[in-house]
């Protein structure tokens, strides 16, 4: 029965990502011209004489592009009404591709998507994993510890409200004004990642560690206030349970109560927060990537929207589509885990 | 526990800061000059070239056989030992004859020849390949005769009279034979041939050799005539270029201002943010910022410390802000109206308010640089809505009880003057254009609507005729004067966004690009430049300024009107940038 209920999770998981990645190609190449844009990269290339030549090379690149067919397998004209192309068409050729593992290629790049994606992920997931192993560490820990010392508590809370209300581009953009300013503190670099290729292997590490700490800084103090004011607000509801009371007074510390009785129930609702975090880790955070200079996956997914280069978009969106659809899997996993009384359902 | 998880921590953190401390990217080596890039250069085949940073790279380490310089206002020899001698054998054909100097060698030794350059245009004409740019430019040539005396002089025939072809057909990038033909089998081919059906087994054979070749991501396989290499490409982190310990016009005394290249390395560090960069600059750890917002620029250069360690260079652009009427549109059909509107535009307030004062104001579309060319008889743009009020009485608008602006159309039918202003969105200077503007129309009862707008819908609203008014910024250059596609009849439904002309407009742009007679030229465009300021299709608004700020240890910058802002092979480190 639980094998059946994992098997129609997967089967819907699966359904709700085709439907996604689906939508997305058929929006993205229905709203956008694609023909102005490679117009616009032969613009001024050509004379007007030479007009049938402009006419003739964007006609080539829409064909090299596979973008001179039909959309998709059905077109409407108001003169014929429906017409039916087949197999002819953008969204077939695509999701053709798409079934045998082959994301595309980059127009922009020529390079293969999945290999622009892996490239991405190398600077993204470094800085995305442990910027939410920081938040999460810092939520869990500080929340705890100072959730049964009022004062410290209540000035916590002032300075999580505080930090969740400035926005990311704001926090990011103060730490390096502090920490990479000659006219302040010039501590740490003022761009991502620079040339490694001189360092000795064992130093690469260490050099990657300390070009993202204001990147991570600045992911950390904008993602662990809501962590933190999400877990202090369950943990205060745990406190008024009446086990926690029976644990006190059998003898039980402030501290051993908060973190071996209330907590594992506390986190319940943390759970859906924590795996919201996953899609971010993976989609990476185009505001830290400019100014920080990173070229991750936030940057790459941003650059491909505004330069209109399909493939990457689908391919860096559909993915970030798939991990939410995962992350809200484990979600209920999790759940069923922290409490047994949750159990995953056909 | 305790203690030693604080122990294994402060091992850690000293481990991370030796590390930092060690970091290469703080201490170039002399002769090394690191320059900022806002964008990668994405893709490096040299038959594509996207976008300014990618063709910086091509100019950097591949050769053309002439190349634009703007000191001279024109193309200079560049791999061609003088400019090409031209013949007109009949009334459609254009014979461009050219040799190579002798003195260029390719990174075996070997000589560069006539057979390479009739392999790079069989490239270029190779199906399979990404040829359709090069097709569009460069589709004019249709065949090279090589001249069998000298291995080094060959002729272009070319299709067409203009003499734009003669310029044009020198500026595409020399490739080595040697590499994607060693066994020379397409010099059987004869260029005609390589676009026709069926494909021959040596055209296919070469473009599965480029192909394989991969120089989009990895341009060291196809390594060109220039004085760099690519040494390290991290796509959208850095690109270094070195130079070659030898390059053959290292042998030339003294080589000419194109075939000079001085630094031993160009590292190129991608920064998209401006904030970022300037910060960067300032710290030292990029040595070059071109093309610096107006802003960040004034303010370094009020900064008395960054006036100790930076030197500050403008270069007047050929690149002009302007406010385009479709003039197919009924309400701006006639010139009065447009000229009416022209006078709603603050022109100094908005150079003041978009570019910290650093813009020449221009009465027309050639920039007050180009001093024999411009028309300064004709005055400056001036901001004046009670002129305007007149303009648009003359027009035959009247201004109604409602405070609005109709006059009678065709159909009879009153036509009110309301319209909208397009403009690329998230682009903040057009849009303080676009605000000025409208503040001073609706004081005078004109109803205007701004229209930010994704880019390639704007361009094809332009292209359509949709859109209204539009403000844009329009790139020229000191070589050429070909306004065809942008105001002749047969750009319109292409560049021609305004959708303007009229018979002589068209014959004198006819006559501009076919004169060679420079005094005959200086005339027509001064008359052109006149005929423009009374029609007014678009009202030019501003020339732009390029804003570069460099560090001093690197010495003077050459800087150039023309993008990038300056030239990374002509600058001379003075000493090891810290």
Redesign the interface.
Known sequence: MRGQALLWHMARAAGATWLIVSVLFLLSHATIDPESQLRDTLENATHPSEAGQRAAATQQLLHRYGLDTPLFYTTWHPQVGWQWHGGQNQYHAWLTQLAHGNLGYSYQADAPVAELLAQALHYTLPLTLLAALLSVSAAVGLTVVLSYRPVGRRWFLRLAHTLQSLPLFLLALGLLLLFANPDALSWFPAFGLSSTAAAEAWQQPGIMLYQLTLPVASLVLSSFPALAIQLDGALQQEFTQPYTATARAKGASQARTAWRHALRNALLPLVTLLTELLPSIVAGSVVVEVIFALPGMGRLIADAALQQDFPVLLGGVGLVAFVRLVAQFMADILYSVLDPRFRIAA | MQQLFARVYLVVLA??????C????SSPNSGTVRIRWAR?P??L?PL?V?NASAYEVANLTHCSLLMGRESVHDFVPWLAEEFPTVQRPNDSLLLVTYRIRPEATWDNGSPVLAHDVALTLKVMNCPGL?I??D???Y??IRDIQLDSADARRFTLVCQ?Q?P?HIRTSGDFSILPEYILDPKKQLRAVPLPAMLRAPILPAVQALAQRYQALQV??HPENVPGCGPYTVT?W?????L?LSRKKRWWADALAPAPAQLQAYPTKL?Y?????A???T??L??G?VDVFALMPAAEFARLQQSA?DQKRLNFYTADSYEFATASFNVQQPMFRDAATRRALGLLFDVPALIKATQQGGALPSAGLISPRIKPYYNDSLPLPTFAPKQAVTLLQQAGWQRGATGQWTRPSKTGAAELLRFGISYRAGEPTFETIALQFRAAAEKIGIVVELRPT????L??QL?EGTAEMSIRNF?GNPFSY?F??LL?S??IG???TTRFSTPLTDRLIEQITSTEDATRKTRLLRKFQRVMAQEVPFKVLYFLQYRIAAARSIGQVPVSGLKPGYEAARIRPVQTAQ
């Open positions: 481990g991370v800061l030796l590390t930092a060690t970091s290469p990217a990668d994405e893709n085949d594509i996207s990404p359709e740019k097709q569009a430019v589709g004019f067409g203009s734009e989009a991501r390290a991290q796509s959208n982190r850095y270094t590292v560090q991608v920064i998209p943010d904030a970022t960069a910060l960067a300032r710290r750890d410390e994704e880019q390639s819908v361009s094809r292209r790139s070909d065809t596609s002749h047969r750009g292409a560049d021609n």
